[in-house]
């Protein structure tokens, strides 16, 4: 009977420790992917801002790296009052995603716009997903107090990427029918 009771408690302590493990990994996850998107943002911006962009992708890369100045802190502080490793560097995939906009030249406006607005994109889901389903009070009112503003940059990435649209690439003139 002893052992039985031991072996119940183990069972138990076991599931408490997986249920945690499970836990921590949903925290960590939103903390890595958040700061992840943020990071990408900030420096595809400082990208943007050596390769003599349009007036209004200036502009918005100003603000992206502004935003993101006092975003990247925040989610650092949050990642470390919780426990949480908070990535410091972009993953392979961002370094891969920076580097094609380093490289171009031509379209750089538009193909940067498009990067900004699908990570933009993701991150609203993200911090959406957060307020709606966090068990963490924390977490949840971080997402909550954030998530206006990502809205609003996500909204005018997307207005850029519309207006930008238009002039995708060297866009020419057919030639005239003979």
Known sequence: MKSFAVKCLAALVLSAQMLNACYAVTLNAFIEQATQESLFQKQSAEVALTKNPSPQVQAFAKQAIADHQKLLPRLKQ???????????ELSMADKA?????????DPF??????????????????FKKETMQSENPELKAFAQSELVDLE??????QLLREKLK???GALTAPAPLK
Not at 152 to 157: L, P, R
């Open 78 to 88: 949050l990642g470390e009052k919780l426990r949480m490793d908070v990535p410091t």
């Open 166 to 168: 238009p002039s995708a």
């Open 152 to 157: 609003k940059q996500a909204e005018k990435a």
């Open 109 to 126: 406006d538009r193909i940067y716009i498009e990067s900004q607005t699908e990570s933009l994109q993701r991150q609203v889901m993200l």
């Open 97 to 105: 995603r920076q580097l094609r906009l380093e490289s171009r030249d």
